[in-house]
């Protein structure tokens, strides 16, 4: 689903249409429910009447006032939902944007419109299977555990890995994740980027899934050196949150 909504998924694209959709409808919706025959008496007075002639306003039936009524809560429940909508698509870009950021990207003007498609995306080459080959090979830093609260922005990256199928994600610049290898070992998992020259900063992550063969237990992730690797945890911020935001400008 995620490249079908690249066209809209940018912090403001959609805000100020509907902004101006929900005053519209607010303007005709909350006076109505309020009371029908004021919105119907505000609107004969823009009907044109023959010269000289004067129309009294017509009194609305219960059946009409309900009617209204009802058109009116529609019509609040459209606007409402318009503005979940656009909350929806912001809490992803967010989400996207802070977890790549977290994995290391770099900011890029043109990968930023939509980071849930150019910024951050599932490993399309390698799986970290294998031996390290390398005698040199360089560190990766980070690495994230996909378990309880499992992340949600990977439902909404390119090529997203199966949580069922997923027990530890790496991030790395996108053009690195063919040479990354995962060594699951008795007592620790070791992850290297396995190439001769370093893996440089760039503008995308791709995320290598693994699988573990046992559960992780005492084991720790190292890198070279036996390095500890840090475990980060980025997600989407609450829907509330996200509101906060866009109320706010944040």
């Not at 919105?39 to 004969?44: E, R």
């Not at 209204?68 to 939902?81: K, M, N, P, S």
């Not at 399309?124 to 390398?134: L, P, Q, R, T, W």
């Not at 063919?178 to 995320?207: F, H, M, T, W």
């Amino acid at each position: 689903m995620a490249p079908y909504l690249a066209a809209v998924r940018n912090y403001w694209a959609l805000l100020p249409a509907i902004a101006i959709c929900v005053v519209l409808i607010a303007i005709y919706a909350v006076p109505t429910l309020v009371n029908p025959q004021w919105t119907s008496n505000v609107l004969n007075m823009f009907k044109q009447q023959p010269d000289g002639e004067t129309e009294e306003p017509a009194r609305l039936g219960s059946q009409q006032i309900r009617s209204r009524r009802l058109l009116a809560g529609a019509l609040i429940i459209g606007a409402l939902a318009l503005i979940g909508f656009n909350v929806s698509l912001n809490r992803e870009a967010n989400g996207c944007y802070s977890a790549a950021k977290a994995w290391g990207a770099t900011d890029d003007k043109t990968q930023t419109s939509d980071p849930c498609i150019h910024m951050i995306y599932g490993a399309f080459i390698g799986d970290g299977s294998g031996d390290v080959s390398e005698k040199t090979p360089h560190e990766v830093t980070a690495y994230q555990m996909v378990r309880g609260n499992k992340p949600k922005y990977l439902k909404w990256i390119q090529h997203a890995p199966a949580y069922d199928e997923t027990d530890l994600l790496i991030g790395v610049v996108g053009t690195c994740s063919l040479d990354v290898k995962v060594v699951q070992e008795e007592s620790r998992i070791l992850v290297v980027y396995d190439s001769e020259e370093a893996c440089l900063p760039g503008n995308d992550i791709s995320i290598l899934p693994v699988k573990l063969k046992k559960p992780l237990g005492d084991r720790k992730l190292v890198t070279v050196g036996n390095k500890p690797m840090q475990e980060i945890n980025p997600d989407m911020d609450s829907w509330w949150k996200v509101l906060g935001k866009l109320a706010t400008g944040g």
